[in-house]
């Protein structure tokens, strides 16, 4: 044995240190995917334990001198050298002949369980992480990219980008403004058709609001105002879509805000680097919204070289919520200027949760009058009106119901009235 060995069996052990330390940071939330990590974990320390076995022996036996004829060492009694292939590397190490046969199954072992789980992360990634570019948008740029490009390098969307950005949609702008034009394009060729069919069977879209007015349109005219607003609504529809959508996240980002900035402030008082509390953020499910919004902190820091301090200002520059953005804001501030984070995080904390109990009583004052709303509605507006109807149908007016059917009405109307607060409450119930 020689010094070679020793130094072969330390290089395996640092690799091996390295693939639990990775597997530990790493640790799947499924639980079959866990199982299997923890037995890859468990199957390395005991590898790990038997190449240690053998060092005490190896160092014993080594000796920094060569001998004169240039040979080596003769093999030490009781140690063996086993040579294998791992990751399709040839590695070697030197164990005790007694531990040989356990090595090879752990080793064995160890191999299976790095194929299934190379497997089943190739599938997770490909079904879950990755998505196929829509259909529709290759659609789009086959006909409209050259006019697309041309709108969006003169400015006319620039709103519709920022919105995007901040919507998180996946879609950069020109390839939406092509499949908007697409879209209207399909609308306007809906509208000839449309129009040559009322035209050919002499039928009327009558608008309530047009023949209402002073003056009369004839049927030819009305039949084109209709045709020309189904593009021009589908146009309207689809500019401010990344919008409303923004608005919508934003305000799911703003109810998750003050929870994920408490567990930050929470974190932050272990003195663990900035890009670790953002990490433990993005990998967890507590807050979904926020949870894509720290990830673009953090694919800018890993994907594109960033900064944290850099990443954080460009995030704010993108984040749907105006709160959001004055919290990366004044990180990147406190970091820059070597203050303290959890001081700062501490008072965001409580400014933001002061606010979300604003808010939340803001949605109890609106409840209460959404109650009262609905006990004027619901309940003493059903029995007056069952009472004039059953004395109007007793009386000389006869409405020509009988008293089963006007009950059987008056609970279809309540149920349906019921449907539409339950609705409309559920809408306006925060998350949080």
Do not use: W
Request: aromatic share 10%.
């Amino acid at each position: 044995m020689s010094l070679q060995n020793l130094k072969q069996n330390v290089l395996e052990e640092r690799e091996m240190i390295n693939e639990i330390l990775i597997f530990s940071r790493h640790f799947p939330e499924n639980e079959r995917e866990k199982l299997m990590m923890s037995q890859t974990i468990g199957t390395l320390l005991g590898m790990l334990n038997i190449i240690n076995n053998s060092l005490p022996s190896l160092v014993q036996n080594v000796s920094p001198l060569k001998r004169i004829d240039g040979k080596e060492t003769k093999e030490i009694a009781g140690l063996v050298n086993l040579t294998y292939e791992k990751e399709g590397k040839s590695k070697s190490v030197t164990i005790n002949e007694a531990d040989r046969k356990r090595f090879l199954g752990d080793l064995r072992l160890l191999d299976f369980s790095a194929k299934k789980m190379k497997k089943d992360s190739e599938k997770t990634i490909i079904f879950k992480e990755f998505k196929k570019p829509s259909k529709y948008a290759k659609i789009s740029n086959r006909f409209f990219s050259g006019i697309s490009n041309k709108l969006t390098e003169k400015g006319y969307f620039n709103s519709v980008s920022k919105n995007l950005r901040k919507a998180n949609m996946p879609f950069i702008i020109n390839t939406y403004v092509a499949m908007i034009l697409f879209t209207t394009f399909l609308a306007v060729i809906f509208s000839i058709f449309l129009f040559i069919l009322l035209i050919f069977f002499r039928f009327s879209l009558e608008i309530p609001f047009l023949i209402a007015s002073d003056f009369t349109l004839n049927r030819f005219m009305e039949n084109i105002l209709i045709c020309i607003a189904i593009p021009a609504i589908t146009f309207f529809a689809l500019y401010i879509y990344p919008y409303t959508e923004k608005e919508s996240i934003g305000k799911r980002v703003e109810q998750e805000l003050p929870f994920v900035v408490v567990h930050i402030s929470a974190i932050a008082g272990s003195g663990i680097e900035p890009t670790q509390m953002f990490k433990i953020i993005a990998l967890g499910k507590e807050y979904p919204y926020m949870k894509q919004e720290i990830r673009k902190v953090m694919n800018q820091v890993n994907f594109f070289g960033y900064d944290f301090v850099s990443a954080l200002r460009n995030s704010a520059r993108t984040a749907p919520s105006s709160k959001l953005s004055e919290v990366f804001d004044g990180l990147a501030t406190v970091i820059s200027s070597g203050g303290s984070m959890s001081e700062f995080l501490d008072k965001r904390a409580e400014t933001l949760l002061f606010d979300y109990k604003l808010e939340r009583e803001k949605s109890t004052k609106m409840a209460e009058s959404f109650m009262d709303i609905y006990i004027s509605v619901v309940i003493a507006a059903p029995m007056i009106m069952m009472l004039l109807m059953i004395l109007m149908s007793t009386g000389i007016v006869s409405i020509g119901l009988s008293i089963i059917q006007i009950t059987l009405i008056i609970i279809a109307v309540v149920a349906l009235i019921n449907i539409i607060f339950l609705v409309f409450l559920h809408l306006r119930q925060p998350a949080y």
